[in-house]
């Protein structure tokens, strides 16, 4: 699926911001494919350049409205100093790849803080560069010991047998000690038992309630929809379309949607058709909680109305006629896709028609 890209250079040396427009995915987990165009090894790493592709995975991606934002480092800029044009894809997890494009890479200061890694695999995490590690100072060398004065000779006395220590009396006996003490014991248990005794609530209310018993995790949409395209054999077009019906029946919009995009992108018509719901502005009600795009939602519907579907004909032309979502209202294009769709017998398309004005 084509896709627009631009690269914006930061301040910083090293460092600067693909932006990604025309893309219906997550920035979770989104990787990037880079390749130049010149040399035997024309896939970028992170460790340098190699012969096969491998996926770059940004520690930062995030969304401005539309737009993607993939924050790029030393790994990525430093190496494409000096190139014109790369070829550009993005993988989205348990998708595959859902964009590709060519864009321009612009002059920029490089950081010079781009080395090897050592090995990688297919998919590598981009690792923030370290700083250079400063050798230790050596220690300083041990100073000489003080001086110290010699001990004075012990003084000579005549030795005198000690007196003996005679323990001061008390009061009372050691035996009313014990009986004070253990009285001042018992008291403070039976105070302690009285309390709890009164107050059993207290008591329940500090007890720690009983643990929940475990329960196996639950399967994430994303795993939920990547289990089914993994199935042998690969599943078609028409059944991935009946797979996303069945989720939707299932109250599953969210899992319905991925299955729906992946048919529609296979050329699917009717799943183009379901897909451009999504994002109309005219479907009441709106499916999932999405937010409706106008010209998204206009995109899908052409694509299935380009075929010669007469529903998706008389929805773009509806869409047209009212606009919405950011999509301005176009009176002679809603009249063309009505038409079309009129000829083929639509009469929802033919009221349409007659209501649109003259």
Not at 8 to 27: C, N, Q, W, Y
Request: charged share 20%; hydrophobic share 40%; aromatic share 6%.
């Amino acid at each position: 699926m084509a896709i627009r890209a631009s690269i914006e250079a930061l301040p910083e040396p090293g460092h600067a911001i693909l932006h990604v427009s025309d893309l219906d995915a997550m920035p979770e987990g989104l990787a990037l494919s880079i390749q130049r165009q010149q040399g035997p090894d024309t896939h970028l790493a992170d460790d340098g350049w190699r012969r096969t592709e491998a996926w770059l995975i940004p520690d930062e991606v995030g969304r401005q409205g539309d737009v993607l934002e993939f924050h790029l480092g030393p790994e990525i800029c430093d190496r494409l100093a000096g190139i014109a044009t790369i070829r550009l894809r993005v993988k989205e997890p348990d998708i595959g790849v859902v964009g590709t494009t060519v864009i321009a890479w612009p002059t920029m200061l490089t950081s010079g803080a781009a080395g090897s890694s050592g090995t990688y695999d297919d998919t590598v995490r981009l690792r923030r560069m370290q700083p250079a590690a400063v050798p230790p100072e050596p220690a300083p060398e041990p100073l000489p010991p003080p001086f110290e004065p010699p001990a004075p000779a012990p003084e000579l006395r005549a030795e005198r047998p000690p007196e003996p220590v005679v323990p001061p009396r008390t009061g009372f006996p050691n035996w009313a000690i014990v009986l004070i003490a253990l009285l001042i014991v018992g008291g403070a248990g039976y105070a302690a038992y009285d309390y709890f005794k009164l107050n059993p609530q207290d008591v329940v209310a500090t007890a720690p309630p009983p643990a929940a018993p475990g329960e196996p995790p639950k399967k994430s949409i994303r795993d939920t929809v990547a289990d089914y395209l993994a199935t042998k054999p690969a599943p078609t077009p028409e059944a991935m379309l009946a797979k996303g019906r069945d989720f939707m029946k299932a109250g599953d919009t969210a899992s319905a949607f991925l299955v729906f995009r992946r048919a529609a992108e296979a050329g699917n018509t009717a799943a183009q058709l379901e897909l451009a719901t999504f994002y109309d502005p005219l479907t009441q009600p709106a499916r999932g909680g999405f937010t409706p795009e106008g010209a998204r939602a206009a995109d899908w519907y052409e694509r299935a109305a380009l075929a010669g579907v007469a529903e998706a004909q008389r929805k773009l032309g509806l869409l047209f006629a009212k606009g919405g979502a950011g999509l301005a209202a176009d009176t002679a294009k809603a009249r063309t896709w009505l038409q079309q769709a009129a000829a083929q017998n639509d009469a929802d398309a033919k009221k349409a028609l007659d209501a649109l004005p003259k």
